[in-house]
């Protein structure tokens, strides 16, 4: 692969478009703005993260964390940026805009996700695997394609989606982002249903778009079907892993889930005692001066996550020539080494028994299963039968951006109610859950 092919200001759905206005913002800026001013990335601040959405103590939700993990990616890609064009000799002027596609990227990684948390996803794809709707593969004409979009809903390939499907009344190519930006947040290029592969990048009703961007970028075909990512790609996914690892933990210490020793030590196994001296040296200063536990913690998990920028860094460069020709495997925290590989697994250990396992994100988990699946039968039934009685009071509340027609095949009309399901906020998909399942109607005054 190569970055003049990799670079490009293409735009979804604009690709015949002349660009003859100068704009003070560069294309990939203008991206970024675009999906700051946008109302899918606004409703992320209702969306949880891990933890439910906050009472006393405010924790992360999908904006805050996303806002982080694109502060992060810009870090990353401003280091790539400056050894490409140091190192590697390049000429290419877009190069000194890798930091603002990798921030683009960043912000869009979990605008696909659905409401309550990590396992929205599983709540959507369960209706179709073991739940009712488990049945409509048989009652409906629906590929072995289509149908395994809908048995793995997958929120990577939704977020792909969103950015780049022409809903009704809005313009086409979606939000119009350029190719690159748009192909940095492919994690997995390649379509549902391959039996070695756990997760994919796009539906099918994305397909000739997914083809159109890789070819256009260069992307490798490695089999059939299968390309490797866009370069960029491993810098967004390191951001992301950054943060997810460090975040969870200073939220975890915030709601009192882990002690102030115990998030400390987690923390400080990432700097090691000779080579990060100096780093340590700074963070016992600090905690000298500063007595809030909440800001020594702080302090500390920006420490880290310097260390971390500085290891993904090194690790890309180290494995440029793989990363350029396809032959990378892995993400760049799966190639830490020495302690910070030891505490960067015993972060995520602890992180998987004692934060993700607590009773409070569980009980979001659950509530999530139980009101994302209750939505998805109601609304499926509907737009699968819209002359029904119930149907005609119900498809209204589904917005007209969504709305496919009677004449859209039954993948169609159900990608339209998870469209809108997965759009949702937390607190919207509970408020109508409720309403259509007739809870609190007694306290109603008619």
């Not at 759905?13 to 990335?41: A, C, I, K, N, W």
């Not at 999908?62 to 590697?88: D, P």
């Not at 390049?90 to 921030?103: D, H, M, P, Q, R």
């Not at 209750?374 to 149907?391: G, R, T």
Request: aromatic share 10%; charged share 25%.
């Amino acid at each position: 692969m190569n970055w003049d092919q990799l670079l490009s200001t293409k735009r979804t759905g604009q690709e015949e478009r002349v660009y003859t206005v100068q704009h003070q913002r560069t294309q990939f800026q203008r991206d970024y703005d675009r999906l700051v001013f946008s109302s899918p990335f606004r409703r992320l601040q209702d969306k949880t993260q891990v933890f439910p959405l906050p009472g006393s103590v405010f924790v992360h939700n999908r904006l805050t964390h996303s806002l982080e993990v694109a502060s992060v990616g810009r870090s990353l890609g401003h280091n790539i940026a400056a050894f490409l064009l140091e190192n590697k000799g390049l000429k290419n002027t877009l190069i000194n805009e890798i930091g603002s596609v990798v921030a683009t990227a960043c912000l869009a990684h979990d605008m696909g996700n659905p409401p309550f948390g990590h396992s929205g996803e599983s709540a959507l794809s369960q209706y179709f695997v073991k739940g009712d709707g488990r049945k409509l593969k048989d009652g409906y004409v629906i590929s072995d394609a289509e149908w395994n979009d809908l048995i793995e809903f997958e929120g990577n390939a939704n977020a792909f989606r969103l950015l780049t499907h022409q809903f009704k009344g809005r313009r086409k190519g979606g939000f119009g982002l350029t190719y690159s930006s748009v192909a940095s947040i492919l994690k997995y290029p390649y379509a549902s249903g391959l039996e070695s592969k756990k997760k994919y990048g796009f539906f099918q009703s994305e397909k000739e778009m997914f083809e159109r961007v890789v070819k256009e970028l260069g992307l490798i075909e490695t089999e059939p079907g299968v390309y490797c990512r866009h370069p960029l790609v491993y810098l967004v996914e390191a951001a992301d892993d950054i943060c997810y690892q460090v975040m969870d933990v200073e939220d975890a210490h915030k709601l009192r889930i882990l002690d102030t020793v115990k998030t400390k030590e987690i923390l400080l196994a990432f700097l090691a005692e000779d080579e990060d001296k100096a780093t340590r040296d700074r963070i016992e200063e600090v905690s000298t001066e500063v007595t809030d536990t909440n800001e020594q913690i702080s302090f500390i998990r920006a420490s880290v996550i310097g260390k971390l920028v500085g290891c993904c860094t090194q690790i890309f460069k180290a494995n440029y020539d793989r990363i350029m020709s396809g032959n990378f495997s892995g993400s760049l925290i799966d190639h830490l080494e020495g302690k910070t590989k030891q505490a960067a697994e015993n972060c995520s250990e602890i992180s998987f028994n004692d934060i993700y396992r607590h009773q409070s994100v569980v009980e979001i988990e659950l509530s999530g299963f139980k009101i994302l699946g209750s939505l998805l039968h109601e609304f499926s039934k509907a737009v699968l039968n819209p002359q029904d009685k119930y149907s005609k009071m119900l498809l209204p509340f589904i917005p007209n951006q969504y709305s496919v027609g009677l004449e859209a095949s039954p993948y169609q009309k159900l990608q339209s109610v998870l469209d809108y399901i997965s759009g949702m906020t937390d607190v919207y998909a509970l408020d109508l859950y409720r309403k259509i399942n007739g809870i609190g109607l007694a306290d109603k005054r008619f």
